[in-house]
């Protein structure tokens, strides 16, 4: 099956699905942080959609679709300290258009079965509701990360290993959780780069559930969100 990993640097899909046999590439304007750079284009992912591909798998840059930062997207006063390149108003409404039609792009291409994966935000609202949410805990991870899923002719995915969490007064919290509920990476620059890789249990779960799949001919295009479609695929 020829897989593309869109809008991924980390290589963790791309590696899931090579390791059974498929041929998989990442795509990213980044160079591929495992320095894999034999099945990693590192262009505009738009620039190969059109090609022979089996299988579409994408993570869009989630900075514009996240329901963070609600206040910048105001025309101000602002009272937050706004850090430099920070995108507020006008700007940053057009950047959330942008992304919200960067992901109807993805969606409508030519390529039979596709999953777009986005954290929870404003994809719900603009794009449709995913036909699954998912967990990193349900697939052998110790971590909590709500991740939306929107698929194309592909199954929602089943949990293959839960992970128990610790009880904080009555609350579950799992390892990259502190105490309070929150994530316990510490601000730096690259903080935006290691929330967004892939955990290794879905990337593996994904290869193992959708990788078996039969080629699918002239696929139907289905309605975002549509799960009674989705589901009898």
């Known amino acids: 099956m020829r897989v593309l990993v869109g809008c991924e640097h980390s290589g963790a899909m791309r590696r899931a699905f090579r390791a059974l046999g498929h041929a998989a590439f990442s795509c990213d304007?980044?160079?591929?942080?495992?320095g894999d750079t034999r099945f990693h284009l590192q262009?505009?992912?738009r620039d190969l959609l059109d090609d022979d591909w089996d299988m579409g798998i994408f993570h869009p840059t989630c900075t514009y679709l996240t329901n963070s930062a609600a206040w910048a997207y105001g025309d101000g006063p602002y009272h937050q300290r706004i850090k430099p390149g920070t995108l507020v108003g006008h700007a940053r409404r057009s950047a959330r258009e942008e992304a919200v039609a960067f992901v109807r792009r993805l969606w409508a291409a030519p390529i039979p079965r596709i999953a777009i994966e986005n954290p929870v935000g404003h994809l719900s609202r603009r794009f449709g509701k995913p036909t699954q949410v998912i967990q990193p805990w349900?697939?052998?991870d110790d971590a909590s990360k709500a991740t939306c899923l929107w698929l194309k002719n592909l199954p929602p995915l089943t949990a293959s290993r839960r992970i128990a969490p610790r009880m904080v007064d009555g609350r579950p919290r799992w390892a990259n959780q502190t105490d309070s509920g929150q994530n316990r990476l510490s601000?730096?620059?690259d903080r935006w780069a290691l929330?967004?890789?892939?955990?290794?249990?879905?990337?593996?779960?994904?290869?193992?559930?959708w990788g078996h799949l039969p080629m699918v001919a002239d696929a139907p295009a289905l309605v975002p969100g549509d799960?009674?479609?989705e589901m009898s695929l």
């Open 195 to 209: 929330r967004a890789t892939t955990y290794p249990g879905i990337a593996a779960a994904a290869a193992a559930q």
């Open 138 to 140: 349900w697939f052998g």
């Open 187 to 189: 601000p730096t620059e």
């Open 43 to 45: 262009c505009d992912v």
């Open 29 to 34: 304007l980044l160079p591929p942080t495992d």
């Open 227 to 229: 799960r009674q479609q």
